[in-house]
């Protein structure tokens, strides 16, 4: 089992920033590939970005590449997502996910552990 605790959500205004971490417990959480997830009210849950297990390839949506990024500290299992010139339109709930086993992938069912979320507002 893994449990995933995420954190540094909150209101920050349109072209502010966010860090969100992820703090992981439970067995082999360092194995496994990482990702972010984000749900805005009324919509389907949605890919955001994702890491391997050693940290050494990085996968973004498009909507988000270039102004987030994903890293992940192994020694203390722990996973970030900065945001950088954020929009309304990331406003959403951001989840932490950890996947099966070392292959990351761009979609929920590849992943067996989620945190509960943490919410993230950008206002205009």
């Known amino acids: 089992q893994v449990q995933l605790v995420e954190s540094g959500g909150g209101l920050v205004q349109a072209g502010g920033s966010l860090r969100l971490s992820c703090a992981a417990s439970?067995?082999?959480?360092?194995?496994?590939?990482a990702g972010w997830f984000r749900q805005a009210p009324g919509k389907e849950r949605e890919f955001v970005a994702t890491?391997?297990?050693?940290?050494?390839?990085?996968t973004y949506a498009d909507s988000v590449k270039g102004r987030f990024t994903i890293s992940r500290d192994n020694a203390k299992n722990t996973v970030s997502l900065q945001m950088n010139s954020l929009k309304p339109e990331d406003t959403a709930v951001y989840y932490c996910?950890?996947?099966?086993?070392?292959?990351?992938?761009?979609?929920?069912?590849?992943?067996?552990?989620w945190g509960q979320g943490t919410q993230v507002t950008v206002s205009s």
């Open positions: 439970g067995r082999a959480f360092s194995s496994r590939a």
């Open positions: 890491i391997t297990w050693t940290g050494s390839s990085t």
């Open positions: 996910a950890a996947a099966r086993g070392y292959i990351s992938g761009n979609y929920s069912w590849q992943y067996d552990y």
